[in-house]
């Protein structure tokens, strides 16, 4: 089956610290990888995404590597921002598969 | 505005009761999806819809689920006879597209509260 384990929160890093959230997950094809961000008050948005394996996404100064020998899409920046304090959520689709998988978010917060 | 409209934002019910959760999707996307998000837990699947398409209802949880969409834009999630453990975020989301790429946009969700 499909799904996605995230690193469990909450993280609390101190401004223009390097920030990783783990991400792995199970998938019986070769799916498409996605972080969305949820930040306070806010729906869902999606941060960034890889449809195949070695891509990189970015955004935001955000990136991810799609990794199929891991099975990871670890999220990555280098000097996080009070702003950047929101919920991150790993996900993943197939080709065929009508919906998105998710993780259950880790929540970041970071102080001045 | 532009976004995927959610109402009511909050709502609390008493067990047993109905409730219904209305959704208006991005004008044009043909895609609509309905998640769950309980508390500690990732979101949850709960039902898809493509244009005309007969909808996939794989992830409702129970038969005192159910979800329409009418004109292929505005959509309702019922719950019938709720119950305390359907207390959750119900989050809506619509895409442009007719496969799936993951490009979701979501509503703010509905925080149901059945006590």
């Known amino acids: 089956g499909n799904s996605v384990t995230q690193m469990e929160g909450p993280v609390t890093l101190s401004e223009e610290a390097f920030l990783t959230i783990n991400c792995t997950y199970t998938?019986?094809?070769?799916?498409?990888l996605f972080w969305y961000v949820q930040y306070p008050g806010e729906g869902l948005q999606l941060l960034l995404k890889?449809?195949?394996?070695?891509d990189k996404g970015s955004n935001k100064g955000f990136e991810a590597t799609y990794r199929k020998e891991t099975t990871s899409f670890h999220l990555e920046k280098g000097s996080v921002q009070v702003s950047d304090s929101a919920v991150y959520f790993c996900a993943l689709t197939q080709d065929k598969a009508n919906n998105l998988f998710f993780g259950t978010g880790t929540r970041l917060t970071v102080i001045p | 505005g532009a976004g995927v409209s959610q109402s009511p934002s909050n709502k609390v019910t008493e067990k047993g009761k109905d409730v219904e959760l209305r959704c208006d999707p991005i004008s044009g996307h043909t895609a609509l999806y309905w998640y769950r998000q309980s508390l500690g837990q990732g979101l949850e699947f709960l039902i898809y819809f493509q244009g005309n398409s007969a909808p996939d209802k794989s992830g409702l949880p129970s038969d005192r689920f159910s979800a329409e969409r009418t004109g292929g834009s505005v959509s309702t999630l019922t719950i019938q006879r709720t119950q305390q453990e359907d207390s959750a975020v119900y989050l809506c989301?619509?895409?442009?597209?007719?496969?799936?790429?993951?490009?979701?946009?979501f509503g703010e969700g509905s925080r149901l509260t059945v006590l």
């Open positions: 998938a019986t094809g070769y799916p498409s």
């Open positions: 890889a449809t195949k394996a070695d």
């Open positions: 989301a619509s895409s442009a597209y007719r496969v799936v790429t993951g490009e979701l946009f």
